[in-house]
């Protein structure tokens, strides 16, 4: 499998940030040939054009930062692993464009300090440290307990920082454009931290946090290419192509009326597959499925939802298997729980008491050695389920579109090349796409200051429902 870690490693180093501004003016220089040139050296099919609404909002907050007005703290919406750069072109090019036509005052070059995900760099190697700690990143470890070497930095970047600080309150990409994943309590924490640091220094600026969404579309609907993905992973599975009386006299109309029913085949058939694996290895139990029916489309909504059913039961079952390795107890939603193992299984991988491999007599090291492969393995548990919290059986129905199914299509690529022991991430493109980001309204973290000092759990999940909402509109 493409994750297993053969050898047990030192401790995980805290990389602080260290902002340097030609690295980011350099980044910036080669920020359109990385949204054009994608993952596959032969496929140029990647980000044609990023656009921006009410980007007159976030010009403004800028200003006001800069003129230490305010503190600001910018949550996007965490899609894919395409975000950041996106972001980048939002800051380098877009919103200097609208200050520019709004005369709005801005020092360039701008940018924010931003939160990352530590295990970023695990799997795209210790390059991208340098580079993030470099552009002001900072990065933190999720898991069952706090990140206070993280959070602290942070909180004291928000305060004291010349820039502002970006943060994805999703914690993790979903795959979904249209659908958001649960937000973690940390972005409103922060800023009410800040709040409560600026009150003590007794500084007048105010806190402010602004959502950010982000929606791909496709240029050029993709269907033949979608196709395509779609007998791959067919023939990965040993799937036969659809009977021809199903697909002729529907694709010919309505090219969603085909694709859906292979999509629904598709995920029946993984979901039996890992099904039987977990049954027969794992020792674990799934209610009896009866004969399959025919698929057509008047029974396909309740497929859907038979389907994400099982895949509900199958994705608690692999969390489970890697829960009791790790002597976790299942507990809180599917995100918190992938969150709790990864973070297990880093402590038997990356272990804080031990500095240098070499350091431990031979068999001890074979012995860590052997803890580190086996907690590598079964971390791959979780990676299923990671792939899959987002999925529901209303995605596609509720709205078909060819994003909506291209977004599912790769997801159960994901699946299937991690099951061959494909490395990841090689994401097959599609075609070229255009991203709209949106601005969405301020929330003002300093006038909840009063219902903070009343009940600080409270006020953390009150402007945490706030950002839901505004995040969930900015997708509309």
């Known amino acids: 499998m493409p994750d297993l870690i053969r050898h047990v490693q030192p401790r995980l180093q805290f990389v602080p940030p ?50 230490g007005k305010i503190r600001l703290l910018i949550a996007f919406r965490h899609v894919e692993v395409d975000d950041p750069l996106c972001g980048l072109q939002l800051l ?8 520019r036509q709004q005369n709005i005052s801005l020092k360039m070059p701008l940018h924010a300090h931003f939160v990352y995900e530590r295990g970023m760099s695990l799997w795209a190697g210790k390059w991208l440290n340098s580079l993030f700690s470099r552009m002001g990143g900072i990065p933190v470890r999720r898991g069952r307990k706090p990140d206070w070497a993280s959070l602290r930095v942070a909180r004291d970047l928000l305060v004291n920082g010349e820039l502002p600080l970006a943060i994805a309150p999703e914690g993790a990409t979903n795959g979904y454009s249209e659908r958001l994943g649960p937000l973690e309590p940390g972005g409103a924490q922060l800023g009410f931290w800040c709040v409560e640091d600026l009150q003590k220094a007794n500084r007048p600026e105010s806190v402010v946090i602004v959502p950010v969404g982000i929606r791909y579309r496709y240029v050029d609907e993709p269907w033949e290419a979608l196709n395509e993905l779609l007998s791959e992973l067919e023939q990965s599975c040993g799937l036969s192509p659809l009977p021809q009386e199903l697909s002729e006299p529907l694709s010919a109309h309505d090219p969603m009326l085909y694709e859906y029913p292979r999509l629904l085949r598709l995920g029946e058939h993984l979901i039996e597959l890992m099904e039987g694996v977990y049954s027969r290895f794992y020792h674990r139990s799934f209610p009896h499925v009866g004969d399959r029916p025919q698929l057509t489309p008047a029974s396909q909504k309740e497929q859907a939802r038979q389907l994400v059913q099982r895949l509900e039961r199958l994705l608690d079952t692999a969390l489970c298997v890697a829960e009791e390795h790790f002597g976790l107890a299942p507990s809180g939603n ?89 490395k990841l991430p090689k994401r097959p493109r599609l075609g070229d796409r255009w991203v709209q980001m ?38 509309q």
Not at 36 to 63: D, N
């Open 18 to 67: 260290r902002y340097n501004p030609l690295v980011l003016k350099l980044v910036h220089a080669v920020l359109p040939l990385l949204l054009r040139v994608r993952t596959r050296p032969w496929l140029t099919a990647g980000i044609q054009q990023v656009e921006v609404s009410q980007g007159e909002t976030l010009a403004e907050l800028f200003h006001q930062s800069q003129q």
């Open 92 to 99: 380098s090019r877009l919103i200097p464009q609208v200050a």
């Open 334 to 422: 599917a995100v918190d729980r992938c969150r709790r193992v990864e973070e297990a299984g880093w402590t038997y991988v990356y272990r804080d008491d031990l500095e240098r491999r070499n350091d431990l007599p031979p068999i001890e090291r074979g012995l860590a050695d052997w803890i580190a492969q086996e907690a590598s393995l079964k971390v791959l548990h979780m990676r299923l389920a990671e792939s899959f919290v987002a999925v529901s059986d209303d995605y596609i129905a509720e709205q078909p579109s060819v994003e909506r199914f291209s977004e599912t299509a790769l997801l159960m690529f994901d699946l299937t090349a991690r099951l061959r022991g494909d």
């Open 438 to 475: 949106s601005v969405g309204n301020p929330l003002n973290v300093s006038d909840r200051w009063t219902d903070y000092k009343t009940s600080r759990r409270q006020a953390v999940a009150a402007l945490t429902e706030e950002m839901r909402k505004e995040l969930e509109r900015l997708m």
